[in-house]
């Protein structure tokens, strides 16, 4: 009897087309989309030699030692900080004022002086490179002027070298692309709240055809809200798996290594998702429509904080409000693929698990205590 | 004007699901606007990157001079010495270099194998290439010093290198235009008016459509005496009205969120902004009449609504700015007229001088935008022409015979 309704079920939800976009559909094209457009995010922040004008007057001319470390700077290779044009001030003004370059040098009183359209990063490295060159000046007069011996070996004192070494703090790289597919897959396990209704529904005699048939049959209440609801799953759960699958494999979104987490919580994210559904289906005497309207509401909402559109919300919402970050099961959950992406330890992706495990069974406990008891007088 | 009426009568019950959408949008552009907190200046203002400085090793003049140094060119953020703090902090840019001074670097500093400090950075980013570029310096001048003059002890070693960092380079912004520049708040403002204005004028045009394409309906219009052409003409009144009152409202939104921006701003620029998204309205009125055709019921029409407004505006540049498009997708993004509008919005936001040429491109994309709108019209019309005159049109409808 059980299996029975177990299969009916499953058959239901897979022939219902409406299920099937928000919970399958949607969710394949807009990580497509998200691929497509999210693919150069990570370059967008990198360095990237800068577009630099010189006025190349008479002053320039004459000032060997700054020609000389501009064209070295310029020079393609590993270390090349600008691509130069060399104009007069008319040309490189009108280069500034068309965007062609990010600013301009001229040496005006026997010093470098630069020229910008707009404050920015590229500007301040820009005048980064022109206070260093006129603070080695600097530094070499002053040695020059307290210890003349130091002279013959001034270019030796000078030397640039570097003070630094990278190091990394996990296995996985920083990466800005990941959040955004953490924050869909949130989104897909509470879409599955759109078969929570569907469960709910055909279980209420006053809302469907189907549930009023099934509250005059002879099978036990529990073993049909069980049997839904198991179905209702299985389905929620082949469609995340699919979804990873999807986009650890198709897309080359990575997911950690750890295969067995990443089904945990795709089948807690599935079960806090059809709960939620549920939830919202049964505790109230709303249209169907308005009922999918607050779902589709509520899931951007939290999908939004859990950073589906900008990217690092949940972290500013985790430092500025940590208790709704915390009550945010999306974020729970795109935290959760966070952790398995880049901690090493698990003591944070257990703690979102059990947290959205204690907010299934609230949401699952509101419903059982709506569900229970009823009785129509009139349908 | 009966059937306009009808039109708005069957808004005034659809008004909570379209009201929805604007409810969404509202939070998300207060929240927008709350991070992008950027004002304009007309001095010239250096970008000061976040970093962190974890010390493991002693405190000295030479390390004390370094954080001096830092705080004025960058924003220290202090973090705990927590490894999931920092990688925390590290991969959502709280701090986008982190600086680790190792045990016993101090004592290695001047020696001829120096310990190098440890840096945690966004991989190759342009933040960390310039606290690397202000790091190594600071620490070549205290090797120059020291090794010039070895007798020197570490605080007038670092007393003096601070002195040549003091040093600056004078900078002079030119504003080209005499006004303020857009502001990023408004940019993005603008950059998402079209995700929102595409979905409610779908939304709203195919609620109508549905009611008045129910064959019961339409074969009792056309039995009335109502004339199909005043009918149109009515229906066509309903979407421009509908859409000018959704337009009108997300521009009074936007004005609202944005009315510390726009003090200063060139009025001209602030027209070709309105103008640009009254032409997306246009846009969006034609899409709409053209998919609307298809929509049948309430899920085809959000589903519609929603993936069509997605598609448009991640392949148009509104999600993401137009210049991370590789060729490819920008390619195909030019088959989109929401590219051609974030096209349009980066020409008027970098415009710097109102001549011929300069106004030029922003016309022909706007021109562009018109383009498409046409066709979609032309092919709303072919669509509307095939599905009146085919027999499937009331297909849904058995005769008594039939049944």
Known sequence: MFWNMYKCKLLRIVRNRYLLIWTFVFPFILSTLFYFTFSSLDADNQFQAIRLGVVNDEAFQNDAMFKNTIEALSAEGDEQMFITSYADRAAVDDMLRDNEISGYIQIVDGSPKLFVKENGLKQTIMKCFLDQYSQTKSSIAAIIKTSPDAVQNISGLFDRREFTKKVSLTKNPQTDRVCYFYALLAMVCFYGGFM???????????????????????????????????????????????????????????????????????????????????????????????????????????????????????????????????????????????????????????????????????????????????????? | MRVFNTCMLIMKRNLGAMLMYIIIFIPLMIVMSILSTEKYNLSFEESKPEYTIINHDITTPI??????????????????????????????????????????????????????????????STDSYYMRLLVDQYFNLVTGYHKAAPELGEAEIAARTLNDLSIETAVEKINYTGSTPVSEKLRTFFRFVPYILLMIIILCTSTIMMAFSKPQLRMRNMSSPLRPFSLSMQLILYYCIISLICWVLICLLGLIVNINSLSGMDPRILALLFLNTFIYMIVSIAVSSMVCSFIKNETVQNAVANILSLVFCFLGGIFVPLEMFDSTLSAVGKFIPTYWYSMTLDSICSLSVFTRESITPIMTYMLLQLGFAATFICIALVINKKNQSAEESFGSVKTEIEG
């Open chain 2, 63 to 124: 390390t004390e001079g370094l954080e001096r140094y830092l705080s004025d060119k960058g924003s220290e953020v202090k973090l705990e010495d927590d490894i999931q703090v920092l990688q925390d902090a590290n991969f959502f840019h709280e701090t986008e270099y982190i600086i680790m001074i190792p045990e016993g670097f101090s004592a290695a500093l001047f020696t001829d194998a120096p310990m190098k400090l440890e840096t945690v950075q966004t991989p190759d």
């Open chain 1, 196 to 379: 929570g209704m569907e469960i709910v529904e055909e279980l209420q005699a006053n809302l469907t055809g189907v549930g009023a048939r099934r509250t005059v049959s002879s099978a036990r209440r529990y073993k049909l809200v069980a049997a839904d609801m198991l179905a209702g799953l299985t389905s929620q759960f082949i469609i995340m798996v699919v979804l990873c699958v999807y986009l650890e494999f198709a897309l080359d979104v990575s997911l950690g290594s750890n295969i067995w987490a990443v089904l945990l919580i795709c089948l807690v994210g599935s079960l806090a998702g059809i709960s939620f559904g549920a939830m919202i289906t049964v505790s109230n005497k709303l249209k169907a429509s308005t009922k999918s309207a607050i779902l589709i509401t509520v899931t951007m909402i939290m999908s939004f904080m859990s950073g589906l559109m900008v990217e690092g919300i949940n972290y500013i919402i985790m430092q500025k409000a940590p208790v709704v970050a915390w009550l945010n099961p999306a974020a729970r959950i795109a935290d959760a693929f966070y952790c398995l992406y880049y901690f090493d330890s698990y003591n944070r992706y257990f703690t979102n698990i059990i947290i959205l495990l204690l907010m299934t069974a609230v949401m699952f406990s509101i419903t059982v205590v709506f569900l229970r008891r009823q009785r129509y007088e009139s349908i």
